[in-house]
């Protein structure tokens, strides 16, 4: 089974750091791309990065590029994404999700999730 766990949110405050984690076990990561969603409190989940290892792709929302950066460690078959300069928009349950070989924006085409991370900014 495809599970992606994440890990590392909290409280900060603006202008701050934030690394989060995600933990993806029942798959061969290589052939997997993983995703970074949020969601704030009445908004809709939206797309803000995402790391192919098929073809090493990376891809940011325009919100996040520049401040935002995604990686990953094969040997823990994990995927970070290193947050700066936060802002108090940024705050947001933070998910990943998995899907096969390449990144989507469409968040229909990940059929794998995990259960969210808070991140709060603080003005």
């Known amino acids: 089974e495809v599970q992606p766990v994440e890990s590392g949110g909290g409280l900060v405050q603006a202008g701050g750091s934030l690394r989060l984690s995600c933990a993806v076990s029942?798959?061969?990561?290589?052939?997997?791309?993983i995703a970074w969603f949020r969601q704030a409190p009445g908004k809709e989940r939206e797309g803000i990065s995402c790391?192919?290892?098929?073809?090493?792709?990376?891809y940011y929302v325009e919100s996040v590029k520049g401040r935002f950066a995604i990686s990953s460690d094969n040997a823990r078959n994990t995927v970070y994404l290193q947050m700066t300069s936060l802002k108090p928009e940024d705050t947001a349950v933070y998910y990943c999700?998995?899907?096969?070989?390449?990144?989507?924006?469409?968040?229909?085409?990940?059929?794998?999730w995990g259960q969210g991370t808070q991140v709060t900014v603080s003005s």
């Open positions: 029942g798959i061969t990561f290589d052939d997997y791309a």
């Open positions: 999700a998995a899907r096969l070989y390449l990144c989507s924006q469409y968040k229909a085409w990940y059929m794998n």
């Open positions: 790391i192919s290892r098929r073809d090493g792709s990376a």
